[in-house]
């Protein structure tokens, strides 16, 4: 499968940004899609995730700041990320795990950067 994540790049504090990943296949194939991001020099961190049946989940450091979606129509799958700070500068990336076999793949990522 092929995830293509796509946003733009740079915001300043305070303002909102929508990522979004395109996958290759029908996003009823995967039992979950996730946002990880990676700032710099530190570890990779799950944001959100939403599974084939809709459920969502968050990480407690963007709960109620970030809503994580989909649109099955378009086989895509979006993060709306509102009130950014400069801490959520990292590079975002999509992942997937199959629903049927488990295999996770990603996105090539995309940078975004909060500026203060």
């Known amino acids: 499968v092929q995830l293509v994540e796509s946003g733009v790049g740079l915001v300043q504090a305070g303002g909102s940004l929508r990522l979004s990943c395109a996958a290759s296949?029908?996003?009823?194939?995967?039992?979950?899609v996730n946002w990880y991001r990676q700032a710099p020099g530190k570890e990779l961190e799950l944001v959100a995730g939403?599974?084939?049946?809709?459920?969502?989940n968050y990480a407690n450091s963007v709960k109620g700041q970030f809503t994580i979606s989909s649109d099955k129509a378009k086989n895509t799958v979006y993060l709306q990320m509102n009130s950014l700070k400069p801490e959520d500068t990292a590079v975002y990336y999509c992942?997937?795990?199959?629903?049927?076999?488990?295999?996770?793949?990603w996105g090539q990522g995309t940078l975004v950067t909060v500026s203060s």
């Open positions: 992942n997937t795990q199959g629903l049927i076999d488990g295999t996770s793949s």
């Open positions: 296949r029908n996003i009823f194939s995967f039992s979950v």
């Open positions: 939403i599974t084939r049946g809709g459920s969502t």
